[in-house]
């Protein structure tokens, strides 16, 4: 059995991403306190906390119901997590090494939790938000010490999804980025690391995938089931293996430049047409794999060891779904 693990890290705010957070670390072998510094009375902060430790069992279940372990440890992760109240938080905060901030997704409420953070945190603690709608480089403008913070964005249902977005503003301190990723991949995440951008990365693409899913529904192209159908078997299976970008120089550069000049001229929509990046590899002749380079420099690697790895990967994929068959002779 892996031993816990003493850790000061601290999550401002109970709601739904703070569960998520605290579930990541104590499965970790973390301990990790839950803050709630929302005034609150007694009654009140008791019936919150109980919630909280309920969700943060169930989705405990959940994972020992999927066979990841014996529902016999999960009164020892769940016994990892404090959850205390304004009262309590700021000798909290002043031991806290690590903070997450998870307040509700108003200005107004990052005001106060980060003012919050200032008054009773080290100076030394990285403070990291949570936020999945404001860039850090306007988080950063409401805490007196800029240098110390930066946001990381986890993707619902936290304590699940492996991704982390990690977002620097241009003042964070590069050994504080790397402390938080560190600690992050420590705990099991997948942290990648990305300049304050409206959307991120998942979100952005997402947003695009999402919005032209649903306009195949409203124009009749497909129904609902079997578009989710073709993202499930088609979509999905794909880029969960090469991602996006490599799909680009897997398949050809070329390929995407073709396909993207005559979905713009079909449909009439600005949106299909290919971004400079892609016109300038085709018009370089770097088209990807075949080529040698593409987004990525291709010229050291064995290609063919490499499209293997990624078939086998493919095929683990396939059987997780139940498509593989043998051939039939």
Not at 3 to 24: K, L
Not at 45 to 70: C, N, P, V
Not at 173 to 179: K, N, P
Request: aromatic share 8%.
């Amino acid at each position: 059995m892996r031993p816990e693990t003493s850790s000061a890290v601290v999550s401002v705010g109970a709601g739904r991403m703070g569960r998520g957070i605290a579930h990541a670390f104590a499965y970790a072998g973390h301990h990790v306190c839950l803050l709630d510094i929302k005034p609150r009375s007694r009654e009140s902060f008791e019936k919150l906390k109980a919630e909280a430790l309920a969700e943060i069992a169930t989705s405990l279940h959940f994972l020992s119901d999927a066979g990841l372990f014996s529902p016999d440890a999960i009164p020892a992760i769940v016994s990892r997590i404090d959850i205390v109240s304004a009262e309590e938080a700021p000798a909290r905060l002043a031991a806290a090494t690590v903070i997450f901030e998870g307040v509700p997704e108003t200005e107004t409420a990052k005001r106060e939790a980060l003012t919050f953070i200032d008054t009773h945190a080290s100076p030394e603690a990285i403070v990291a938000s949570t936020t999945s709608t404001f860039l850090s480089t306007m988080l950063a403008g409401m805490t007196v010490n800029p240098r110390r913070f930066l946001n990381a964005h986890w993707l619902n249902p936290a304590y699940l999804v492996p991704l982390v977005e990690v977002s620097p503003h241009t003042g964070t301190d590069e050994a504080v980025t790397r402390t938080l990723v560190d600690l992050l991949a420590s705990v099991g995440k997948v942290p990648v690391v990305c300049k304050a951008s409206p959307g991120y990365i998942v979100p952005r693409i997402q947003a695009l995938a999402m919005n032209e899913a649903a306009r195949l529904v409203e124009e009749g192209v497909a129904s609902a089931e079997d578009i989710d159908k073709a993202i499930l078997y088609g979509f999905g299976v794909r880029f969960s293996v090469l991602g996006l970008v490599e799909f680009i120089d897997w398949g050809g550069g070329d390929i995407l430049y073709y396909a993207s000049r005559y979905m713009a001229g079909a449909t009439g929509e600005d949106r299909f047409k290919a971004p400079a990046s892609v016109e300038a590899n085709m018009a370089a002749g770097n088209i990807g794999m075949k080529t040698g380079k593409g987004f990525y420099d291709w010229s050291a690697t064995d290609v063919e060891t490499h499209r293997k790895r990624r078939i086998a990967e493919f095929v683990g994929l396939l059987r997780h779904l139940g498509q593989v068959r043998p051939p039939v002779l």
